[in-house]
């Protein structure tokens, strides 16, 4: 059964740091593209990065380049989501999610909250 | 970025009418288009991907259509489990975008 659980959220206050985790089971990770996709309260989905299944593309959107940092740890089964400098326009449920081969997103974990507030 | 237009944000039905939802997206996206269906406190589920392809386990009572720039979700007799926000999402090119969602609510 294919997995994904999230870990690594929390209250941040604006500035600040956080590192959110993904680990992937029931599936051979290594052979998948992934992404992290969020979600504001009460708001509607966002894309906000994804990393090929070796880890050689990256692509974000505008609204994190140069904040959020994502990698992959292909031996550990894990994605991660390095957050730097954080809004309060950050705050949201932070989703990984599987890439089907054609780009839609199959498997979802069961998301993180993070709240950036001082 | 390509912007994807969803209509209506949000509809009443009764179990089982026929429901459609359009997407539209700015330019043209051939059939790279997935649908999902979100429950509250829920991850999203995909339904479709291609445009049309309905995704292994979803009742068949979920259809797809479209390509280019219009795209239609199509719920052919709606059931109780069915009423949730329902999304689209492009993936022709990054950044990945998504509609803004339709609420399907209980008339």
């Known amino acids: 059964e294919v997995q994904l659980v999230e870990s690594g959220g929390g209250l941040v206050q604006p500035g600040g740091s956080l590192r959110l985790s993904c680990a992937a089971s029931?599936?051979?990770?290594?052979?998948?593209?992934m992404n992290w996709v969020r979600q504001a309260p009460g708001k509607g989905l966002e894309w906000v990065s994804y990393i090929s299944s070796s880890g050689s593309t990256i692509y974000y959107a505008d609204s994190v380049k140069g904040r959020f940092t994502i990698s992959r740890d292909n031996a550990k089964n894990s994605l991660y989501l390095q957050m730097n400098s954080l809004r309060a326009e950050d705050t949201a449920v932070y989703y990984c999610?599987?890439?089907?081969?054609?780009?839609?997103?199959?498997?979802w974990g069961q998301g993180t909250l993070v709240t950036v507030s001082s | 970025a390509i912007q994807l237009t969803q209509s209506p944000s949000s509809l009443s039905a009764s179990v089982g009418d026929r429901v459609t939802i359009t997407c539209r997206a700015s330019q043209g996206i051939s059939s790279a288009l997935a649908w999902y269906q979100q429950k509250p406190g829920k991850a999203p589920k995909l339904l479709i991907y291609d445009a049309s392809s309905l995704e292994s386990g979803v009742p068949s009572r979920f259809s797809g259509s479209g390509s280019g720039t219009d795209f239609t979700l199509t719920i052919s007799s709606l059931q109780p489990e069915d009423f949730a926000t329902y999304y689209c999402?492009?993936?022709?090119?990054?950044?990945?975008?998504f509609g803004g969602g339709t609420k399907v609510e209980i008339k």
């Open positions: 029931g599936f051979t990770f290594s052979s998948y593209e």
């Open positions: 999610a599987r890439d089907l081969w054609v780009g839609a997103k199959d498997y």
């Open positions: 999402q492009q993936f022709n090119s990054y950044p990945v975008t």
